[in-house]
């Protein structure tokens, strides 16, 4: 189905098991704001998964570090569960639901 998000807020119609947010976190001006707002649409254990930039980031990017994120993520109560580097200049890291 088609939603019509807003920037702020996806306005998933239900809740989901995983949301996967792939080079465009850098985008949101207010990440953690952003990040509280999507934890809402997760089920009990839901997970979310996040590919971004360690050094090479792209113009005009709102840059932030993982440690960032995790302190973000654990801020809107979701933990680190698995942490990759197989991409280079680039982290995939995946945090669930506490």
Request: aromatic share 14%; proline share 4%.
């Amino acid at each position: 189905i088609t939603i019509s998000a807003s920037e702020n807020d996806p306005k998933l119609p239900e809740k989901v098991n995983l949301i996967f947010i792939c080079d465009t976190l850098h985008y949101v001006s207010e990440q953690e704001k952003y990040i509280k707002t999507i934890s809402k649409y997760l089920n009990t254990d839901g997970r979310i998964a996040v590919i971004s930039f360690k050094d090479d980031w792209p113009p005009m990017a709102n840059k932030f570090y993982e440690s960032d994120l995790t302190n973000w993520m654990n801020n809107c109560g979701l933990r680190l569960i698995n942490t990759e580097y197989f991409i280079e200049d680039q982290y995939f890291v995946i945090y669930q639901k506490k």
